[in-house]
């Protein structure tokens, strides 16, 4: 299934720009490789155990709960709370 990071590169260039795509590859992009214009291949980045797209959604999960706290306030003293 191709979707809208992907670049199509036919397979004569692609065999000819390896690391050029690879470079892209590394840098987030997809790549699907094509013979007469259908594709048969597909270039994606090895998955790693910190890849940059898990780091930057827990970045955004974090600024999430960043927001909902500016949003609480306790009222009184919770040292004051009685235990139960």
């Known amino acids: 299934m191709l979707h809208r990071n992907m670049i199509r590169v036919p397979l004569a260039q692609a065999k000819n720009r390896l690391s050029e795509l690879i470079g892209r590859v590394e840098r987030g992009e997809t790549v699907a490789v094509t013979r007469r214009g259908k594709p048969v291949a597909q270039l994606v ?11 930057e959604q827990v970045q955004q999960v974090f600024e999430r709960l ?19």
Request: net charge positive; glycine share 6%; no cysteine.
């Open 66 to 84: 960043r927001q909902l706290r500016s949003r609480v306030s306790l009222d009184g003293n919770i040292k004051a709370t009685p235990k139960a």
């Open 45 to 55: 980045g090895y998955p790693t155990d910190a890849s940059s797209q898990q780091r």
